[in-house]
């Protein structure tokens, strides 16, 4: 019955083609949204993994979050280096990271902080970063940078290879610190979240960036050279002027190397997690300056939230595309239904019952939907390929070849079983079809 | 044995006003022919559905084989047509997207018996068939079945009505769409093959030309007597 069915859909092979593709499409496009809604989530929740809490100048929590952890969008004013050493100093703070944002080498974030952020930081369910070449910040030099897997993939940096970063967060920038280089000493293992885009510097370093400048000039675009690869522009720079050399204490500077007058924001790990929501309301009230202190995890459930509505909208779109394949399948089997009268009439007359033509069509329906649903993964696996790149520098989401997951398989089982009841409608009409027209084959 | 054995067999479609069969007696031996011959729309159609068990018929009317057709239900009667009887229809008799062979070998898929009947590969019996019925070389069995010409598209029917050799064989109107030539040859392989496999023919045509070809003739019209 079943080499039958591919025979009988082989020879309308146009119109099952195109049934199979509208199914395909929509079985890409449910599997798809959500597999990229999943790796959102996952490479999110995998970037904040070990952070009890975020401090930052007042703000938005989703927005602070966004700006630290994932490099996305801006970051506010700055906050006073005394903050940092008040929360350093706070006895339920285990450890603290300075983090200082607002440059971009060649499109990826810069982030300025110090050696323990490599130590503390923790991605993917605790693990701690590893290195793929080279060394963290080294001992001698304020120049050195560490670069994520990604930004080492793409521009083909290794150990050694001297750098150079830009102010601003745009991918194409006039304002380049070429005065400022950086000399890599390590490139991060891959981790599958925002740290792969990223570049570290020192404190020191990125603070040097802002240290070298002459006046603004009135027009960037007058000395800017528009081109991405000949950078001229020694002086076009008109942020961070706000730097004071700042030594006054000699034992800070032992611990830190180097103190900026200003952070963007830091990073707490706690000694005992339970106090984290004492010290997030400590830290809110503080009246010296005003600092938000963003718990990771609530923040991110903040913006599922928010993305919550857009993402039941995109599977509703999807579900309906499915919906709209199913009645293509419908239609075309239909369709065919009249015009196959005289098949079902022979098949009758060799001895074929009406129950058997209706499997016949369920069949049909279950060949139509199988192949949609396997064109679909193929279609679904074809555009993650060709996606990934992109979504990875763009977003830093990895779609990656993962065997499918419970919910998928659900979702595939749903899709055929809708097929078969789908295919109930013709299979119906044809078994009342052939009971009434017998043997008498009717053009 | 009797092919085929009819007893004061009345019809009624369910929406007409009169009976449209209404026959008194007839019957069919073994490899025996019969050339059923009368006006179209005199109901011959419905006797051949009648024979098939397509419509359902009183207890003790029709006996094929015999076996009472009026006490098959639903599947039972469409298995016992796939055993035991081969049809032949005007034109389009074939599955028009299977090869010549494929349509021959429908019936073996279809019903155990005509498969036991058809020897040990069927696949051979139904070439030999076609080989004798004029259709001979991979070239011509392998063509699917709207690239045949009317005359061959009949004669893979008749092959395939023959395979397993079933009790009866019902060929309504089979020759109309052949030229003069074609049709006689096609009746004469028809018979002679029927004859050789044992299988009771039923031909029914308005064409009285080819009542030669048969052992016995009969009208419908005398037949059909109980009608109104």
Redesign the interface.
């Known amino acids: 019955m079943l080499g039958f069915s591919i025979r009988s859909l082989w020879n309308r092979r146009f119109v099952a083609g195109l049934t199979v593709l509208a199914i395909a499409l929509s079985v890409a496009l449910i599997l798809g949204v959500e597999r990229l809604r999943d790796s959102a989530r996952d490479s999110f929740a995998n970037s904040a993994v070990g952070i009890d809490l975020i401090v930052a100048p007042r703000g938005n929590s989703v927005q602070i979050l966004m700006s630290t952890v994932f490099g996305v969008g801006g970051t506010g004013t700055g906050m006073a280096w005394e903050s940092f050493e008040w929360l350093e100093d706070r006895p339920e703070v285990a450890w603290a990271v300075p983090i200082q944002m607002g440059d971009n080498h060649r499109g990826y974030p810069v982030i300025g902080t110090d050696a323990a952020y490599f130590e503390h930081f923790r991605h993917s369910n605790g693990k701690p970063l590893a290195l793929a070449a080279g060394a963290f910040f080294t001992e001698a030099g304020a120049d050195s940078a560490v670069v994520g897997a990604e930004v080492a993939a793409r521009f083909g940096y290794a150990p050694g290879a001297v750098i150079i970063n830009a102010h601003g967060s745009g991918e194409v920038s006039f304002d380049l610190h070429d005065d400022a280089p950086f000399t890599i000493s390590g490139v991060l293992a891959p981790t599958g979240t925002a740290v792969d885009r990223m570049v570290f510097v020192t404190l020191e370093g990125f603070d040097a960036l802002h240290t070298k400048e002459a006046s603004p000039s009135a027009d960037p675009l007058d000395s800017a050279a528009m081109s991405a690869g000949g950078h001229e522009e020694p002086d076009g720079h008109q942020g961070h002027d706000n730097h004071e050399d700042h030594s006054d204490n000699e034992g800070e500077e032992a611990r830190h190397g180097h103190e900026p007058d200003r952070i963007n924001a830091v990073y707490l790990g706690l000694s005992d997690r339970t106090n984290v929501l004492g010290l997030q309301r400590a830290i809110n009230d503080r009246t010296s300056e005003p600092l938000s202190a963003v718990l990771p995890a609530v923040a991110l459930a903040e913006l599922w939230e928010i993305t919550g509505t857009a993402e039941t909208v995109m599977r509703l779109m999807a579900w309906a595309v499915a919906f709209t394949g199913m009645i293509g399948m419908v239609v075309m089997l239909s369709a065919t239904l009249e015009t196959r009268r005289r098949e079902f009439a022979i098949l009758r007359s060799v001895g074929a019952s009406p129950p058997h033509i209706f499997g016949l069509i369920v069949t049909e329906a279950a060949v139509l939907t199988a192949a949609g649903l396997a064109l679909g993964l193929f279609l679904l696996a074809l555009a993650t390929l060709v996606a990934d790149p992109f979504l990875s520098a763009r977003f830093g989401l990895r779609l990656g070849f993962n065997f499918f997951g419970v919910r998928e398989l659900a979702t595939i089982a749903a899709i055929f079983c809708a097929g078969l009841v789908a295919s109930l409608i013709p299979a119906i009409r044809v078994y009342r079809m052939t009971l009434a027209d017998g043997l008498s084959v009717r053009i | 044995m009797t092919a085929l054995q009819i007893e004061n067999l009345a019809y009624r479609w369910p929406s007409a006003q009169h009976d449209t069969l209404g026959i008194g007696s007839l019957s069919l031996d073994a490899g025996e022919s019969l050339f059923l011959h009368g006006p179209s729309g005199c109901g011959k159609?419905t006797l051949?559905?009648a024979i098939?068990g397509?419509?359902a018929v009183p207890r003790d009317a029709v006996r094929v084989a015999e076996q009472d057709i009026g006490t098959l239900r639903?599947?039972a009667r469409?298995?016992f047509?796939?055993?035991h009887i081969g049809?032949i229809?005007?034109?389009?008799?074939?599955?028009?997207?299977?090869s010549a062979l494929e349509n021959v070998l429908?019936?073996c898929t279809?019903?155990l018996r005509r498969r036991d009947r058809a020897g040990d590969k069927p696949a051979e019996t139904a070439n030999r068939l076609l080989d004798e019925l004029g259709l001979s070389g991979p070239a011509l069995t392998s063509k699917s079945a709207n690239e045949l010409s009317v005359g061959q598209q009949q004669r893979v029917a008749a092959a395939?009505a023959l395979i397993g050799r079933p009790d009866l064989i019902l060929a309504d109107e089979p020759t109309s769409a052949l030229d003069e030539m074609s049709k006689s040859a096609f009746v004469d392989l028809l018979a002679r093959e029927c004859a050789a496999a044992g299988t009771a023919l039923l031909f029914v045509s308005h064409d009285r030309s080819l009542e030669r070809h048969f052992d016995r003739t009969v009208d419908f019209r005398d037949l059909n007597r109980g009608a109104l």
Not at chain 2, 89 to 98: R, S, T
């Open positions: 159609s051949l559905s098939a397509v419509v639903g599947g469409d298995r047509r796939a055993d049809m229809f005007q034109v389009f008799n074939l599955i028009p997207w299977l429908l019936p279809y019903s395939r």
